[in-house]
């Protein structure tokens, strides 16, 4: 495996729900990143973290909120979602510009 | 502007003949590019990248990558394909403009290897 962890894996929520999907490094990576999946689309970048600040907010919904308390951890908080918000989230780190390091996902279903 | 475009959502091959994933990239300054495969149910594994250096890349799972400057293409490429080689296939470039690190990713091309 690559060292990344999310949980849960899979996750079901109504639209009024508040749930958190959560990544996990022990890589000693200074960068976390939060992506978007949808079928036949580009990769959706959505957050990066650097070094705990966030650097990038890619024009993402209010009802996504990260939080990164720490270097080895980052959350996805999800309140109030759309069914257009179901996909797949993949959470990811880096460290020097290099290659970067996936988690297995969470399959997000939005009813 | 930062893009990477792989222009085929699927391609087809038979196993034990040769292949080849298509990328082409748009970036300032010199490019850092990287592929990933993806598998069912799994996050993106890293194959190779090209950062400087031979314009051939050798990667993981007999994987090369062909970065090419003029024609603005890093196409994925393997001699002998395997039925185990069917899955999602990324091109990425990083974002050199910034100070962190950010990557573009293109749309993925589905690789099916048939026996």
């Known amino acids: 495996e690559t060292g990344v962890t999310q949980t849960p894996r899979h996750l079901v929520m109504g639209m009024t729900n508040k749930k958190s999907l959560k990544c996990e490094q022990h890589l000693g990576h200074n960068a976390m990143y939060w992506y978007k999946q949808s079928a036949k689309k580009p990769l959706e970048l959505m957050f990066v973290?650097?070094?705990?600040?966030?650097?990038e907010n890619n024009s993402v919904p209010s009802r996504f909120s990260p939080e990164c308390p720490n270097s080895s951890h980052l959350f996805l908080h999800l309140h109030t979602l759309q069914p257009e918000d179901s996909a797949l989230y993949l959470c990811a780190s880096s460290q020097g510009g290099t290659r970067q390091f996936f988690g297995p996902g969470t399959r997000l279903t939005v009813l | 502007a930062q893009s990477v475009a792989q222009p085929e959502d699927q391609v087809n091959v038979a196993e034990g003949n040769p292949l080849t994933v298509k990328c082409t990239y748009s970036v300032s300054g010199n490019p850092y590019l990287f592929w990933y495969v993806q598998y069912p149910n799994r996050g993106l594994q890293f194959l190779l990248k090209y950062i400087t250096g031979d314009n051939l890349v050798k990667g993981s799972y007999g994987f090369e990558a062909e970065f090419n400057k003029s024609q603005t293409s890093f196409h994925l490429k393997k001699p002998s394909a395997l039925v185990s080689d069917s899955a999602l296939y990324f091109c990425?470039?990083?974002?050199?403009?910034?100070?962190?690190?950010?990557?573009?990713f293109g749309s993925g091309t589905k690789l099916n290897v048939k026996p």
């Open positions: 973290y650097s070094l705990e600040e966030r650097v």
């Open positions: 990425a470039v990083r974002d050199m403009t910034r100070n962190f690190n950010k990557f573009y």
